[in-house]
């Protein structure tokens, strides 16, 4: 059996932001605004809390 750890193979924060500004649509977004800026990439979840890539605790 392979381990979870190691069979997966994670992007950078730009790599992620590329996917998503290519395969989904943010319906309640300003589209402009989202593609200047670039996603959201959550990293991390506790409880209610979520972190970004950049460590801010959302």
């Known amino acids: 059996m392979t381990d ?3 069979a997966f193979s994670p992007h ?3 790599e992620y932001r590329a996917l ?3 395969h989904h649509i943010h319906p309640f977004s300003d589209m402009g605004a989202l ?3 670039g ?3 959550i990293v991390k979840a506790d409880g ?3 972190w970004d890539s ?3 605790k959302v």
């Open 4 to 6: 979870r750890n190691e």
């Open 54 to 56: 950049d460590g801010n």
């Open 12 to 14: 950078s924060t730009a």
């Open 39 to 41: 996603s959201r990439v």
């Open 48 to 50: 209610v809390y979520l």
């Open 20 to 22: 998503d500004a290519a």
């Open 35 to 37: 593609n200047r800026a």
